[in-house]
């Protein structure tokens, strides 16, 4: 069992292709585990399902390399990273604001996507606790024309500035924030395993007990949300009260 990683180091760049290939380039030198990768901006920023993340000066975009921990798969770390990036969000804004997290992990601040998380698994032989890059990129102080091309998503696209009526806010409480939280959540997964991380997931959720459209790989369904299970899957019941898990798919939209 390897012993459980800690905040060891962090690097700090103006400017990098994917905060998310230099944590992997880092990782295949060896030692990087624990390692947090921050830029300022990423010329190649990248999504899920080969997607792109729009990275220009005024977002943070931070990764780390972290181990899942048996016999939780890395799933339970993608889950885990929306939980931090929805405290960071909430811890750096008014409380009149609201925060939550939509499965599996993006934050959505007043209803609009602020921060994306991207977990990716890296093969260094471990298959009992996987390494993984958990990638993520908070909309900090981006003005509506950066985030106009992502105005027609199902969940749009806003940052701290948008919703501040234009007001700056400082990058570097923001990225020490998510450092801070991702190690304190990741230490309480190492130690308690994934149950109190889900619960704080659940908490932090807007959509538990709502009825949504969900898009499966072939089909699209109308459910209510119950809750995730122990491996992070999102579940679903239909009007008769039958229960799925779902390890894949896409919130459409909540209905009403
Ligand atoms: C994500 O993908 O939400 C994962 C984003 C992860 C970004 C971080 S930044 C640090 C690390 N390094 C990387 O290279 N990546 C990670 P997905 O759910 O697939 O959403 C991507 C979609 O959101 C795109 O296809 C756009 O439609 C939209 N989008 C792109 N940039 C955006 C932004 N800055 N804010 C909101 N939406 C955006």
Not at 59 to 71: D, E, F, I, M
Not at 127 to 133: I, K, Q, R, S
Request: proline share 6%.
């Amino acid at each position: 069992m390897p012993a459980k990683p800690t905040a060891t180091n962090i690097v700090q760049l103006d400017r990098i292709d994917s905060t998310n290939e230099e944590a992997k380039r880092l990782a295949r030198q060896g030692g990087a585990e624990g390692t947090f990768v921050i830029a300022m901006e990423q010329t190649a920023g990248k999504g899920s399902q080969g997607r792109t993340w729009a990275s220009p000066v005024g977002g943070v975009y931070l990764s780390t390399v972290l181990r899942a921990k048996a016999p939780h798969p890395p799933t339970t770390l993608s889950i885990l990273a929306g939980v931090a990036a929805a405290q960071t969000v909430r811890d750096s804004l008014p409380k009149s604001f609201e925060v939550s997290v939509k499965w599996p992990n993006d934050v959505l601040l007043d209803g609009k996507k602020v921060a994306g998380v991207l977990c990716e698994s890296l093969d260094d032989g471990s298959e009992t606790n996987p390494l993984c890059v958990l990638g993520i990129g908070i909309n900090v102080n981006l003005d509506q024309s950066q985030l106009s091309p992502f105005a027609g998503n199902p969940f749009g696209a806003t940052s701290f500035q948008i919703v501040t009526s234009g007001k700056k806010h400082p990058i570097e409480p923001v990225a020490q924030r998510l450092v801070t939280k991702l190690t304190n959540l990741h230490e309480l997964y190492w130690t308690e395993g994934f149950a109190p991380v889900a619960m704080i997931w659940e908490r932090n959720c807007s959509t538990i007990g709502r009825p949504l459209r969900f898009a499966l790989k072939e089909k699209e369904i109308e459910a209510v949300c119950v809750g995730i299970d122990r491996s992070g899957a999102l579940v679903l019941s239909n009007e008769r009260g039958e229960q799925s898990a779902h390890a894949v798919g896409e919130i459409k939209c909540f209905l009403p």
